[in-house]
């Protein structure tokens, strides 16, 4: 790759890192996870940048090999996940409502297959159209469509089974103190007996 090639990468990487990076938090959960997600497409990008013709379009060049990569990661993960009744808590930050949502949000996108979660952030959070969204993902315009309606349906699935589920939490019954049995020793038992004798 020529010097000019180089700088030209750079100063792309440098300008546009921080919308990528949101790109890739959207795509992985962990913050760590979403950086190393970045780094491994921006590495596998470095090598084919000067057969991108249009500069303009490097986003969404990058958002599909970092959609690729998270797919290939989910494919190659361990199977030892157990799956349990109880997900567990998101954490919160700051503590505050928008946080929450989004934390819960990503919690839930979590149900979803790396194709549905990909259709989803591509379409409600990156904002592009079913075209561009097609165009990034390699399929056609009418299986978007029909890959976001089944997420969003499952989407709304996981909500309202957790809504009952903590509504089920907040109507159960707060389980009763176990009752310790008081030892009392000899001769506590014997001043007892005498108290009462007198």
Known sequence: ?????????EEYVRTRQDALLRSA????????????????????TFGRWDGIADKSLA???????????????WRARKLDEVPTEQLPDASVDDGSEQRADRALLMDVLGVLAPKQRSVVVLRHWEQMSTEETAA??????????STLHRALARL??????????????????????ARIPVQRGRRHDERERERCAA
């Open 59 to 73: 986003d969404a060049y990058l958002r599909r090999v970092m959609i690729n990569t998270r797919t290939e990661w």
């Open 136 to 145: 990034a993902l390699g399929m056609s315009a009418g299986t978007v469509k």
């Open 156 to 177: 709304r699935q996981e909500l309202e089974a957790r809504a009952a589920r903590s509504r089920e939490a907040e109507q159960a019954p707060a389980p009763l103190p």
């Open 25 to 44: 938090r959207r795509l992985v959960p962990d913050p760590v996870d979403a950086q190393d997600l970045l780094q491994t497409a921006l590495a596998r």
């Open 1 to 9: 790759m020529a010097q000019g090639q180089v700088l030209e990468f």
